[in-house]
């Protein structure tokens, strides 16, 4: 129906541009995009320049234009919402296909000022590169956790983990997240003490997506500190310039509901624009006992400043608490046997309290991370502009974490994988044991509960100077300003019905240790226990580059140069004269290149190499024991990295497709292991190396009309690649000899060294082969059915070091090896017009269509193989079914 709809609109304005007594001879087709996301462009019109001869787009973006003679015309592509695209076609006795056309959004609003910075564009940034737009993600997204939208790109594995609302986790080309840069309209995400993401802080942000860019490898984010394997820009919702709305309901299994709606007043007559959305998502939790609230809210303000300035403030949070469980209650295959249900929660259950049977849990999460930014473009002539972002994030919230002598009972599984004490009848946690060790105790709690707090405070800037020199240069300059201060405690929630609580860390307390009263206090709920400290991190970075395009050929040079400060203030441990610790510097630095050369209209070729020279992170990498101390490691060094791409592209109406080549060295990799000799000392060791390196290939597919077929194809070769060295210290800091006990208690003992073999160990966590297939198919005008195959191997279990004997050789061994597995995912949905005002979509998801039962992350055991793995195993088959009206 699209494509008879199409050939009659085609035909009237055709046959209305043109004297009854001369026929069509030529056509033009193509397809018309949204350049930056890539979404298809449904009802763009397409004229030849100084007549009326045109056509529209259809629903899937295609168009086929009727001329009537040969020669060279000129073709008008318009779209509401677009800058307008003018392009030169060449016209023979053939049909001309131009491929994709794409067009530049014309958004009010600047969330894009500082993004254009951080976008790549295809076929001319030279780098590997994967878009996932806003109408993918409201299709196929469903009840899965957000990363999970993009686990049928290349080198991408993403899971549930626990199974809890917001806790999934990704992996790219085989780095966790900690090495990957996650952004938001180009701002920085990830955590400034340790590198990683918290999904659950942002798990609204399915809600306000407009489209989602990953660059593996080097990319072209333009910020001072690089990662190692690769980005993911997450870019929001702008302020449209028309004005309109939505609102939607969904229903799923185990309970899940959510609501959303979105208002936009579009561009007023005063040059104000305003955006707003918010929804609220709830459920009881595919796993046992995680049941969640979660909101999404978002806001974006836009004003034009007279013809040189505009403004744009835009705010987005994401509230929300979950019940969890564990991410150390995965368990052994045969404990999981045994058990017969994939979805039991080890730490679930209940406690008689009043004769009332009261529901439990020891895995809670409660967050909101909001994020503002002001936005602002100054187009200072036709050839250079400033853009600048000024943004802050205040995050409060946190989590339970159990305490007391017995705090490992809390974990409802043990170290060797099998289901721990306190256990009732159904083998849910009998919390009721709990209460009676601890009312029968005589030195208060024995086990108690404790909320593990985190107030983020995260101040940045980012500004970009752009120019051109002459026709073909374009130069960028700017700075990345961040401060970011984060507040650690841990605060008493549940004594469980002990009368008093005794901290056992505060025989550590260093400006104490004497004060036996102190020690042993009596602490009651909302006392600090544990750990009272903040830590800073304060980094200034500049960077460059200079892009060269001109015809076929796009190339750039790129560098930056960053100063990252840590420190700490202990408020627990040390006394207010030593607090506050001294200030770590490091200076790091990245230099990168790259080539893209358009060999025709359809085949391009890409290179680009770079190096860079990274800050350790604050924790795990810093400070020796980052919760409790303010000792420096001595050892601590840069990481280096060093990456090599190439890549192919062919573009045509009917095949999208891309290969690549990769090769990323990671070196001098902060590695901490604990030390048998004593379980207070431990070592960071340097000298350990990893290297990834593998093929990917990518494909979209138009056979026909309407059908699209996606497809995905990835084996890498990711292993550790040298072997590491460190000295040995103690809590205290103090170095130590080969017994474990520090220097000076054994005379004339050498400071001792850790030493392990870890050559050609398989990297673990992340699939290193990866298949995916996907089709969609349009059977009347706004109905379309998608089915999509995951297929996932040469998975190797999670694995931390060892601990390892002093000045010894300690030899690691590769991580138990999964099973493969894949996983069919199916969705159906429609589109249609209510009236000239109201639009409907309803839409149904299954994922697991086949209820595949598999393993989706594991924990490596001392076996290195499947009897003493600790595994969890993925979600079987659900489903969901949305309705959502526009206007």
């Known amino acids: 129906m699209g494509s008879m709809l199409l050939k009659v609109i085609c035909g009237i304005m055709f046959l209305l541009g043109m004297s009854w007594n001369v026929m069509a001879k030529e056509v033009i087709k193509g397809r018309v995009v949204d350049s930056q996301s ?13 007549t009326s001869v045109g056509c529209a787009t259809d629903a899937e973006g295609y168009f086929e234009l009727e001329v009537e003679e040969s020669g060279t015309v000129v073709l008008v592509f318009r779209s509401v919402g677009y800058s307008e695209v003018k392009k030169s076609v060449v016209v023979d006795d053939k049909k001309v296909d131009l491929g994709t056309v794409g067009m530049l959004p014309m958004y009010i609003n600047l969330s894009d000022v500082v993004v254009r910075g951080s976008l790549a564009v295809d076929r001319k940034t030279p780098v590997a590169l994967s878009v996932v737009t806003a109408k993918e993600i409201e299709e196929k997204l469903s009840t899965q956790e957000f990363p999970e939208i993009l686990k049928s790109l290349p080198s991408v594995y993403a899971t549930k983990e626990g199974g809890a609302f917001g806790d999934g986790r990704i992996n790219l080309r085989g780095f966790e997240t900690e090495n990957i840069a996650v952004m938001v309209n180009g701002v920085p995400m990830n955590e400034m003490e340790w590198g990683g993401i918290y999904w659950s802080n942002w798990s609204g942000l399915a809600d306000v997506t407009r489209f989602i860019q990953v660059q593996r490898g080097l990319g072209a984010s333009k910020v001072s500190v690089p990662s190692v394997g690769g980005s993911i820009n997450i870019v929001t919702n ?40 918010g929804a609220r998502t709830w459920g009881d939790g595919y796993i046992q006992g995680t049941d969640f609230v979660g909101y999404s809210y978002f806001v974006n303000i836009s004003k034009r400043l007279g013809e040189n300035h505009q403004l744009s403030l835009t705010a987005f949070g994401a509230p929300q608490w979950h ?4 991410r150390n209650d995965k368990m052994t295959i045969k404990s999981w046997d045994e058990l017969g249900d994939t979805q039991f929660n080890p730490s679930y259950g209940f406690a008689n309290r009043d004769g009332k049977n009261v529901r439990k849990v020891s895995a809670y999460n409660k967050y909101h991370k909001p994020q503002v930014s002001l936005n602002h473009l100054w187009e200072i002539n036709n050839k250079s502009s400033l853009s600048s972002v000024l943004y802050m994030s205040l995050g409060r919230g946190g989590g339970y974490s159990g305490q007391g002598k017995w705090k490992n009972s809390w ?38 509960m404790s909320m593990s707090k985190n107030e983020h405070n995260w101040f940045g800037l980012i500004s970009t100077y752009t120019t051109k020199l002459g026709q073909y240069f374009d130069v960028y300059g700017g700075v990345d300003l961040r401060y970011y201060k984060g507040k650690h405690y841990n605060e008493l929630v549940d004594l469980y019905g002990g009368e008093y609580f005794i901290d056992p860390s505060r025989k550590n307390v260093k400006y104490k240790a004497d004060d036996k009263d102190w020690q042993e206090e009596h602490l009651q709920k909302g006392d600090i226990i544990f750990r009272d400290y903040d830590g800073f991190v304060m980094q200034e970075g500049f960077f460059a580059q200079g892009e060269y395009n001109r015809e076929a050929w796009s190339a750039f040079v790129a560098g930056s140069v960053s100063n990252s400060t840590y420190w700490r203030k202990d408020r627990f441990y040390y006394s207010k004269d030593e607090a506050k610790s001294d200030k770590e510097h490091f200076t ?35 400070f020796l024991q980052n919760d409790v101390s303010n000792i420096v490691n001595s050892d601590a060094m840069n990481e280096k990295v060093f990456s090599i791409e190439l890549g192919y592209g062919f573009r045509s109406s009917w095949l999208n497709a891309n290969v690549n080549f990769y090769r990323t060295a990671w070196m001098d990799k902060a590695t901490r292991v604990n030390v048998k000799e004593d379980r207070d000392a431990f070592a960071y060791l340097t000298g350990i190396d990893a290297l990834h390196q593998g093929i990917e290939v990518d494909f979209v597919l138009h056979p026909i009309v309407n059908l699209d077929i996606t497809g995905v194809f990835s084996i890498g070769d990711w292993h550790w690649n ?53 089709g969609r198919y349009q059977f009347l005008r706004g109905l379309h059915v998608g089915v999509d195959y995951s297929h996932f191997a040469r998975n190797y279990a999670k694995f931390s070091f060892p601990t390892v ?71 079987g088959r659900t489903f969901s079914v949305n309705l959502k009206i526009t206007f």
């Open 38 to 50: 890539k979404e298809v462009l449904i009802g763009a019109t397409v004229s030849v320049e100084g």
């Open 238 to 277: 702008s302020t449209n310039a028309v004005a309109g709305g939505s609102v939607s309901y969904g229903v799923g299994n185990d309970g899940y509901n959510k609501v959303a709606f979105n208002l936009s007043t579009g561009l007023l007559k005063n040059g104000w624009a305003m955006s707003i959305l």
């Open 323 to 326: 019940n969890q469980r564990n």
């Open 411 to 448: 974990y409802g599984t043990t170290t060797a994988g099998t289901l721990g004490v306190n256990r009732a009848e159904d083998k849910t946690f009998a919390y009721d044991s709990v209460y009676k060790w601890n009312e029968s105790s005589q030195t208060g709690s024995v086990m108690a």
């Open 588 to 622: 790091g630095f990245t230099i990168k290149g790259g080539a893209n050369y358009n060999v025709t209209e359809k085949h391009n070729v890409f290179a680009n190499i770079g190096y860079f020279s990274r800050p350790p992170h604050m924790q795990g990498g810093v």
């Open 722 to 774: 040298g072997d590491g060295k460190g000295y040995a210290y103690n809590s205290a800091g103090r170095p130590v000899g080969k017994n474990g006990k520090p220097l000076g208690d054994v005379g004339g003992e050498e400071h001792a060294q850790s030493f392990i073999k870890v050559k050609d160990v398989r990297v673990g966590n992340s699939a290193q082969t990866t298949f995916a297939i996907g």
């Open 805 to 875: 004997n002093l000045d010894a050789e300690n030899v690691i061994e590769s991580p138990w090896r999964m099973p493969a597995y894949g996983v069919l995912d199916a969705n159906i949905n429609y589109r249609f017009p209510l009236s000239k005002v109201f639009g409907v979509m309803v839409s149904a998801n299954v994922n697991n269509l086949l209820d595949k039962e598999y393993i989706a992350d594991a924990e490596d055991g001392a076996g290195h193989d499947k009897d003493t793995a600790k595994v969890f195993y993925g979600f």
